[in-house]
């Protein structure tokens, strides 16, 4: 079997050492190097592994020499890297990149800020009670816009339910960023400077439902750019340009009375812009604590995945932050560069990934103990990467939104060393279907993509400038998780 030869005969051959991180898919123990020819390429590799695993329907691999996908044939790749055909090659064998399709696009009035997805696997569906089963296809999309409005979407493009309008309990300003906190509340924030919690109950038919104000939340002096929620412990974080991150309750029994000063400064602003009545019944309340160690706008914050007590925060000072928040004190801060748009964690590999205004995507071990700042470094996209989110399915995978109007999708197994240490490159690049066919948008001129997500049963889902909630999908694009 090493020895067949599916494209034709070949002077060469390389002993082949066949690797996976994926247990369901892995070769037996005592496997060793198998002698294959070296004009063969990943289709004939991907045979090859079938036939190991004698598996009854072929799955379609991608391999990776030094962490770089193969390519080429691989007499091609030993040349291009000067190896010797004598070399024991070790290569890692994984599923196949299946490219994220283009299923949908949700239209709006005004920009797209900020996306998100409540669906069986997501961590607001698994929070919470509801009566409505989020069984595949009834997945929701959650959605904020410049236009100050949040919208609820079904599967099939209709909007089940948009949010009151100012003087309504609504924003009177953009939302720029909104959450599912669980299955019945959202959690939403913009330039208004407020942060408000809402009752989100779906009606029996699931084609309406009502969004309903329950808490307005005041205390930023700016505008309110990211918000993260944890419903077990009624937590909300927030992220202003105001240079502080915000602690706050979703449960107005806990929370302290909003300022008053700050309520009314917010009635005599929207009062004058929009000439609209500003009486509103919704309780209002200030915040649990401020966190005032950044010196220059907070771009992002979120909960530390395995402790709730723990958070991160970003800032265009250059600056990963560490809060303990039982206490509200600075436990650590890890300066980079360049300012820092955006944060996800990457969970099972102990890292959190932030966007930079630099263009790059920059891996960092948050952990007091790490002695480097820089894991490893993402390179591809040419604008601010504003926006980022773990890939439900794998641990090594990542999504990044940026202002290139484009989207993409990353796999750090896939690195190679540099002058400034390990550097990734993009395995797939989703761009804006409102401009199909067009040349490219210089710096994403009219298409920046402002915010993204991911889930397991919708895919990739993106919000933008063109004014668009954008579905892409690609089944288990990365495979399946570290462990198998």
Request: net charge neutral; glycine share 8%; with cysteine.
């Amino acid at each position: 079997m090493a020895d067949k030869d599916p494209v034709g005969l070949s002077k060469t051959q390389v002993k082949l050492q066949l690797t996976t991180r994926h247990s369901d898919i892995s070769l037996p123990e005592n496997t060793g190097p198998i002698l294959v020819n070296t004009n063969l390429r990943r289709y004939a590799l991907s045979t090859l592994v079938n036939a190991l695993l004698e598996t009854e329907k072929p799955i379609p691999f991608e391999f990776l020499i030094n962490g770089k996908y193969l390519r080429t044939s691989i007499d091609e790749y030993l040349t291009t890297s000067g190896i010797s055909a004598e070399t024991v090659l070790t290569v890692e064998y994984l599923r196949a990149i299946i490219p994220p399709i283009h299923l949908a696009s949700f239209e709006h009035d005004d920009w797209v800020s900020s996306v998100d997805i409540l669906s069986s696997t997501s961590i607001a569906g698994q929070w919470g009670t509801t009566n409505v089963s989020r069984s595949l296809g009834q997945e929701r999309l959650l959605s904020g816009s410049y236009d100050g409005l949040l919208r609820v979407w079904n599967m099939s493009s209709e909007v089940v339910v948009t949010s009151p309008a100012a003087g309504h309990g609504g924003h009177t300003s953009s939302v720029k960023a909104a959450r599912f906190a669980s299955q019945t509340h959202v959690v939403s924030s913009g330039l208004d400077r407020t942060i408000r919690v809402w009752k989100y109950v779906e009606n029996v038919d699931g084609f309406s439902a009502s969004m309903s104000p329950q808490i307005e939340l005041y205390g930023h002096k700016a505008s309110v750019d990211c918000i993260a929620a944890h419903y077990p412990s009624s937590r909300i974080l927030s992220a202003s340009a105001d240079h502080s991150v915000g602690i706050w309750s979703m449960r107005k029994s806990d929370a302290p009375l909003a300022p008053a000063a700050l309520i009314q400064q917010d009635k005599s602003r929207s009062a004058k812009r929009r000439k609209i009545s500003t009486s509103n019944s919704t309780p209002q309340r200030g915040p649990l604590a401020l966190l005032k160690s950044h010196n220059a706008p907070v771009s992002s914050t979120i909960f530390a995945p395995n402790d709730a007590t723990v958070a991160y925060s970003t800032s265009w000072d250059h600056t990963l932050r560490t809060w303990d928040l039982p206490t509200a004190s600075l436990v650590d801060t890890r300066t980079t560069s360049h300012a820092l748009l955006s944060l996800t964690a990457l969970t099972e590999l102990n890292l959190t990934a932030v966007g930079t205004s630099a263009r790059h995507i920059t891996l960092i071990d948050p952990r007091v103990s790490a002695t480097t700042i820089a894991a490893m470094t993402l390179r591809g996209h040419s604008n601010a990467v504003v926006s980022l989110a773990r890939d439900p399915d794998s641990a090594y995978g990542l999504l990044s939104g940026s202002h290139d109007g484009t989207c993409r999708i990353w796999d750090v197994r896939s690195s190679r060393s540099d002058k400034d240490g390990m550097v990734g490159e993009s395995i797939y690049t989703i761009t804006r279907e409102s401009v199909k066919g067009e040349p490219r948008r210089v710096g994403g001129e009219g298409v920046k993509v402002f915010g993204v997500c991911w889930a397991k049963e919708v895919g990739v889902v993106s919000a933008g400038e063109d004014k668009q909630l954008q579905i892409n999908r690609g089944k288990g694009v990365l495979g399946s998780n570290a462990g198998g």
